[in-house]
């Protein structure tokens, strides 16, 4: 009798038990569920399935993850997934509700790259906003709303120099405002502005220093009139320290050596690279140019200019 009484009980609770999955099941949610970063198993939002712009190239979320060749013919696949840190404010101030998000993409290498990103609700369906990247294998922390709807990202980096096994502990913070006047047209997206503490109007070079910021390679300019742009936009970056050493992110690997200031001259030697190969990377001509700097200058627009021996060209950074 006792076991009859046994056998009903755990009857029950398994009938119950189903009874709640297949509540959660046919909700109608538009949620899916799939294994997140930390291994567990929580909600990926469909509504985070659109097409991104990472690095100027189009990638299609699905289910929260999309896959395409590193390069064209290449064994190496791309890895992109949404990460998370949800943020939701009208970031465009069009009077609707917004999700700012972070994604990570691994290239087929060791790096983990971290990039924010949002979807705009519009009138006409989500739009993306092209991602920014943050860093590579960094430690993200918190997001939030500040002054005037732009989106704060707070996360934790490396020293300049240090290498990627040494855990990040250096705190670091972006603010980040949408461009209301891009993605204007059919064939262009809305686009992060970074907000520069202090900064209104033009930029005023005088005081501007070196070791300001961590600097992004834009593009390359010769006096031939022949250009240089990196494959891959915010992939490049320089960081001068106060000791005279500096440290620069390619498309593959870390570089580093010192460089030294006399007025407006400059130079940069005793460069050495970590020595992964990447395939179609571009780190050599990079390195070269570091190699043929003389002189620098700031602009009004804030950037620094870098100018090349015998003025062959300059480098353009922001």
């Known amino acids: 009798m006792k076991t009859s009484k046994i056998i009903l009980i755990v009857a029950g609770i398994v009938i119950v038990l189903i009874a709640i999955a297949g509540m959660y099941k046919f909700s109608g949610d538009d949620d899916i569920y799939m294994q997140n970063n930390s291994g567990g198993v929580g909600p990926q939002v469909k509504a985070y399935d659109a097409t991104y712009k990472i690095n100027g190239q189009e990638v299609k979320l699905e289910n929260g993850i999309a896959t395409t060749e590193s390069a064209p013919g290449s064994a190496l696949k791309t890895i992109t997934k949404y990460f998370g840190n949800d943020l939701k404010g009208d970031f465009d101030k069009d009077g609707t509700e917004d999700t700012a998000f972070i994604v990570t993409q691994n290239t087929g290498g060791t790096g983990t790259f971290y990039y924010v990103t949002t979807l705009l609700n519009k009138k006409t369906g989500k739009v993306a906003v092209d991602a920014v990247l943050l860093g590579d294998r960094i430690a993200p922390q918190s997001m939030s709303v500040g002054p005037n709807n732009t989106v704060i990202v707070n996360y934790a980096d490396r020293n300049p120099g240090e290498s990627f096994t040494t855990p990040p502990s250096v705190a670091k913070t972006i603010e980040l405002k949408i461009d209301t006047n891009s993605g204007a047209s059919e064939s262009s997206s809305p686009q992060f502005g970074e907000v520069v503490q202090n900064f209104e109007g033009e930029a005023d070079p005088a005081i501007m220093n070196l070791g300001m910021k961590t600097w992004i390679w834009v593009n390359t300019t010769y006096s031939d009139d022949k250009g240089f742009t990196p494959k891959i936009p915010g992939k490049f970056t320089l960081t001068l ?44 001509d990079f390195s070269k140019m570091l190699g043929e700097v003389q002189n620098f200058l700031f602009t009004s627009k804030g950037e620094l200019v870098l100018g090349l021996k015998m003025d062959s060209g300059s480098m353009f950074f922001k």
């Open 241 to 284: 320290k106060s000791d005279k050493t500096f440290s620069a992110v390619t498309d593959c690997n870390g570089v580093g050596g010192e460089y030294t200031v006399k007025g407006n001259q400059i130079s940069f030697t005793k460069m050495m690279s970590t020595l992964m190969f990447c395939e179609g990377s571009q780190e050599a």
